[in-house]
């Protein structure tokens, strides 16, 4: 079959999948995202194996992460960022450095690991929380604005920042001179310091006048186009810089939303948003394989366990000594207990370095798939379990 017509072929039956599965969760009064995962499994290599290829679905999923960022970017607002500021960056923080350091401590303990960096590297990749889950689930239940959402989105929004500085790190693990870590690391803050000065001066100077530009041409096409450019094309800037693609759509999406065309943009790109969304949940299911699931699944189960358990004993207590009340902490834990799907581009680069084995990366894929699986039922019965206990 023809490379361009396998990528259609392919594109319907995701899309198909996703309709499927969406729709089989809905009846059964179920969130969606679950549909669009177990739909990804069905179809994908290790299910029917209707999708072989995963490479240029994958690529189509990563414009639904941007663009899920790009219209929250548009939503929110820096005078909202500026609320959670302090918990976002210290608090986001430690918990990436709390998670990291407990990781290697207990891998070390039990004699999991081969090297202390080995304990350091899967630390990194426990850290990260699944930004478009999480932010899926506020969205659909209307919880954007509650004080544990936005402490929410400000850790998320930290921890993509980390990917960035993870990213640059990691083939710098192997190296002998400890020096060239520090050299990486001062690296990606510059450059994170200059795309950040860049934004604020294009923010003010130049996307209000664009946009404005845009509107006069009284084209709905030719605004909406605009706009996509403008969000892909930050967005690969950051790619290019070494950050990820998500924190500049989102970026893209924060500085449009101090102009006067905000809504009028948020209307337009909604529809994409959600279409490609869905895209990027079903070639989340496809990554996972139910065979090796099934012949594992005490263990990966065990380790869902320690790890949802783990990060909210980590998160809840962090929040709290930030002012928060209980409440607050409670849910802000357990709706940031996951694992990220942008651990999998972690685990990837690191069984690529040998950093870890097949068996760990399929292990870490397992693991990840069913705490993201279980995320909309812990965000939505978590308050009401809350309102159980208060009465």
Not at 47 to 69: D, H, P, S
Request: with cysteine; hydrophobic share 60%; glycine share 12%.
């Amino acid at each position: 079959m023809p490379e361009d017509f396998r990528l259609i072929v392919d594109l319907v039956l995701v899309l198909a999948a996703a309709t499927i599965g969406g729709l089989l969760a809905s009846l059964l009064r179920q969130p969606a995202i679950l549909g669009y995962l177990i739909g990804g499994i069905i179809v994908g290599p290790g299910g029917l194996g209707v999708i072989k290829e995963l490479i240029q679905v994958e690529t189509l999923a990563q414009f639904g992460v941007a663009f899920l960022l790009f219209a929250l970017g548009v939503e929110f607002s820096f005078a909202e960022l500026k609320k959670v500021q302090g918990i976002s960056l210290g608090g986001g923080g430690l918990q990436i450095i709390f998670t990291i350091l407990i990781t290697a401590l207990t891998m070390g303990i039990l004699g999991w690991d081969t090297s202390p960096i080995q304990g350091i590297f899967l630390g990194a990749i426990l850290s990260l929380s699944s930004t478009a889950v999480v932010l899926k689930c506020l969205m659909e239940r209307n919880e954007m604005a509650t004080p544990s959402g936005q402490i929410m989105l400000g850790i998320l929004v930290v921890q993509d920042l980390a990917l960035g500085l993870m990213l640059a790190v990691l083939p710098a693990l192997n190296q002998p001179q400890g020096g060239v870590i520090f050299e990486a690391v001062g690296r990606s803050l510059l450059l994170i310091g200059l795309f950040a000065l860049g934004a604020v001066v294009a923010g003010i100077w130049v996307i209000p006048k664009l946009l404005q530009f845009l509107a006069k041409t009284e084209s709905k096409e030719l605004f909406l186009l605009g706009v996509v450019a403008l969000c892909l094309g930050i967005a690969l800037l950051t790619e290019h810089l070494g950050f990820s693609i998500e924190m500049g759509a989102f970026v893209a999406g924060l500085m449009i939303s101090e102009v006067e065309y905000a809504d009028q943009t948020l209307t337009y790109v909604e529809p994409i948003r959600d279409i490609f969304a869905a895209l990027f949940f079903v070639a989340v299911g496809m990554l996972i394989d139910p065979v090796f699931l099934w012949e594992h699944l005490e263990l990966i189960i065990g380790l869902m366990l320690l790890i949802v358990a783990g990060k909210t004993l980590i998160i809840i207590p962090i929040v709290k000594l930030f002012g928060y009340s209980w409440r607050t902490s409670i849910i802000t834990g357990l709706g940031l207990a996951q694992i990220g799907e942008f651990s999998f581009v972690l685990a990837s680069a690191g069984q690529g370095l040998g950093l870890v084995s097949r068996r760990v990366y399929l292990l870490i894929v397992g693991t990840t798939a069913l705490t993201l699986m279980i995320t909309p039922f812990i965000l939505q019965f978590a308050p009401k379990l809350l309102d159980w206990i208060e009465e």
